[in-house]
T-cell receptor, first 114, second 115 residues
Framework: AQTVTQSQPEMSVQEAETVTLSCTYDTSESNYYLFWYKQPPSRQMILVIRQEAYKQQNATENRFSVNFQKAAKSFSLKISDSQLGDTAMYFCAFMKYNNNDMRFGAGTRLTVKP | DAGITQSPRHKVTETGTPVTLRCHQT?????MYWYRQDPGHGLRLIHY???????DKGEVSDGYSVSRSKTEDFLLTLESATSSQTSVYFC??????????????FGSGTRLTVV
């Protein structure tokens, strides 16, 4: 079974600075997807960014980018120019290609301080 | 926002009582999912559906049943609620590509407390 590990239960960053959230996963599959979801205090789950394993280029969405290291099975999220609205739980998730079971890590609680 | 709603948003129930949570979508998506969220575990899949009357078990399906009689509605039932089922329950939907292409769209969650 696939497992997703987020080793940082909590992190904090000063407003306008950069922070990196770590995620590692375990799989024997070669084709899969990786995701980062944000959950603010409102409880809504919001897709931040996704990566397809066959693509070597790291995904980027505005201030959010990933460092995808397939051989190391690592998928970290970098948030640049952190804003107060980035305060949230962040979940890393894995899904095999053509599958219906998205596996989530335990989450990292990020606090952006003014 | 995507057309997915969950009801109720909060519920408190007693041990041993049946509980049904509802997920309703207006996106006409084929795939629907029920997850539970617990501290230290992230989200875990309970059941999912790939069409009307087509459902399958997920990682933590014991004690739960589901039904999908219409494309837009996916019901999660706890036949006899236990305290271990106190959790936040999320419904999610995905369209083409089984969620890989675009990820899942989640509802706003139901906080269930079993006392």
């Amino acid at each position: 079974a696939q497992t997703v590990t987020q080793s940082q239960p909590e992190m904090s960053v000063q407003e306008a600075e950069t922070v990196t959230l770590s995620c590692t996963y375990d799989t024997s599959e070669s084709n899969y997807y990786l995701f980062w979801y944000k959950q603010p205090p409102s409880r809504q789950m919001i897709l931040v960014i996704r990566q397809e394993a066959y693509k070597q280029q790291n995904a980027t969405e505005n201030r959010f980018s990933v460092n995808f290291q397939k051989a190391a099975k690592s998928f970290s999220l970098k948030i640049s120019d952190s804003q107060l609205g980035d305060t949230a739980m962040y979940f890393c998730a894995f899904m095999k290609y053509n599958n219906n079971d998205m596996r989530f890590g335990a989450g990292t609680r990020l606090t952006v301080k003014p | 926002d995507a057309g997915i709603t969950q009801s109720p948003r909060h519920k408190v129930t007693e041990t041993g009582t049946p509980v049904t949570l509802r997920c309703h979508q207006t996106e006409n998506h084929r795939y629907m999912y029920w997850y539970r969220q617990d501290p230290g575990h992230g989200l875990r899949l309970i059941h999912y559906s790939y069409g009307v009357k087509d459902t399958d078990k997920g990682e933590v399906s014991d004690g739960y049943s589901v039904s999908r009689s219409k494309t837009e509605d996916f019901l999660l039932t706890l036949e006899s609620a236990t305290s271990s089922q106190t959790s936040v329950y999320f419904c999610a939907i995905s369209g083409a590509g089984q969620g890989g292409d675009y990820g899942y769209t989640f509802g706003s969650g139901t906080r269930l407390t079993v006392v």
